[in-house]
């Protein structure tokens, strides 16, 4: 359906997203045996739901048996600030300084399925974005927005990597866009070189050794060969922040929701190192923060006073 397909795409730049691209879903065997060895190779750490949901996250059919089309888009969130911009001496990744990006941009998606809606009434639809059990990065790059870099994030040529990602799943044919088959990051090691934790290998991500898992995702006391957390006390941006494409292609974002909360740049360290769990629910409500609780900021704060 060319005509849809163009006005489905037209329509998700006006609802805000700036990268869209639409593929036609495949059992796609190179991303389904990929995901199988990071699970053997224990990758994953603890994040046991990666693999609970595994077989539908390296086969869509087996999450939405009807589905012929996806629709996937990108946001860019990137806020034209650096971490240096933080008063406080922690780092907190750029990502999290403002509102959830998970209903904000799942609002966005359901926009998109509610026009779609309207134009065929009987159309079945599931918006995704981060926390379904899809490879969003792979499905991205077919449908043409960008590559994977070897940090593992997905790049776009005009936008670098500070964009969410998210899908709109579809039981109806679509016309489909060409894949992005380059490869832009060429000799450059830049992420690899500067990962604080040497959690890279290229494109190869080890979540054990990574600061965003140990930030974000791991519970309780840090393995005790992963305590420094090298300044950050939620997620870490270094691989992407060093990247080139983000250097010279960074576009500063006009979502309202993306920009820092005053405080979060504000605090000054005494501020943290006293924040008690009133305060975190104030300062991180409705903030992707929430999801580590206050016992896990506290325990990162600590760490990196340790
Ligand atoms: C689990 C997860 C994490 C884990 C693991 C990260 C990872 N690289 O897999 C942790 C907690 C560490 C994490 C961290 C971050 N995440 Co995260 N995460 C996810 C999630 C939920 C699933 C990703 C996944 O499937 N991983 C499993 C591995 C197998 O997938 P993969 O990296 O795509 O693997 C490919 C290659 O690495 C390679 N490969 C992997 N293993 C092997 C083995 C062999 C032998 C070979 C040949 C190839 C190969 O092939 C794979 C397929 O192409 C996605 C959302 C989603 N539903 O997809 C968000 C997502 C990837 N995260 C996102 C973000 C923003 C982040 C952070 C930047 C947050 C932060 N600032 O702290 C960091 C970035 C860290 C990094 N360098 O990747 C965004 C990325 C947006 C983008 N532009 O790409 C996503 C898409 C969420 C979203 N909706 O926007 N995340
Ligand atoms: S997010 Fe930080 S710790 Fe994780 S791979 Fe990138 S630089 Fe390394
Ligand atoms: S830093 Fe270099 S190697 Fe890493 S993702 Fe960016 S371009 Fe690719």
Redesign the pocket.
């Known amino acids: 359906m060319p005509n849809l397909s163009l006005s489905i795409k037209e329509k998700a730049l006006e609802i805000g997203f700036q990268k869209v691209g639409i593929t036609k879903p495949i059992v796609d065997e ?2 389904r ?3 199988e ?3 053997n ?1 224990d ?3 603890t ?1 046991e739901w ?1 693999v609970r949901r595994k077989d539908e ?1 390296g086969n869509i059919f087996e999450y939405f048996p009807e589905v012929q089309s996806i629709v996937s888009f ?1 946001i860019n969130y990137f806020s034209g600030h650096n971490q240096n911009d933080l008063n406080g001496g922690y780092k907190l ?4 300084w403002g509102d959830d ?2 209903d904000y ?1 799942k609002s966005k998606g359901f926009q998109l399925l509610q026009y779609i809606k309207e134009k065929i009434p009987s159309v079945k639809g599931i918006v ?14 077919k449908a043409g927005l ?1 590559w ?1 870099g070897k ?6 040529r005009d936008f670098g ?6 899908e709109l799943l579809l039981d109806i044919p679509l016309e489909y866009d060409s894949p992005f088959s380059e490869d832009l990051c060429g000799s450059c090691t830049a ?1 690899i070189d500067s ?1 604080p934790t040497q ?2 290998d290229a ?3 080890d ?1 054990r050794k ?4 140990l ?3 791991h519970r309780g006391e840090l393995p005790n060969n992963q305590k420094d957390l090298h300044g950050w006390i ?4 270094i ?2 922040e060093v990247c080139p494409w983000n250097q010279k292609f960074s576009v500063v974002t006009k979502e309202s929701p993306f920009q820092p909360r005053e405080n979060i740049f504000n605090w000054r360290k005494e501020d943290w190192n006293q924040m008690d769990e009133d305060g975190f629910r104030t300062l991180f409500k409705k903030s992707p923060v929430k999801r580590t609780k206050f016992i896990g900021i506290k325990r990162n704060i600590n760490q990196n006073n340790s």
């Not at 940090?151 to 776009?156: A, E, M, V």
């Not at 939620?234 to 941006?237: A, P, R, S, T």
Request: proline residues 3%.
């Open positions: 190179k991303s045996k990929a995901l060895s990071w699970l190779d990758y994953h750490a994040m990666i996250r990108g990744s750029n990502y999290a990006y998970h941009v995704c974005v981060d926390t379904s059990p899809v490879m969003e990065k792979p499905l991205a790059q960008g994977q940090h593992t994030n997905l790049i776009t990597s500070w964009l969410f990602l998210g992420c990962c959690a890279l494109y190869i991500l979540a990574c600061i965003s898992y930030s974000i995702e939620y997620g870490c941006d691989c992407q």
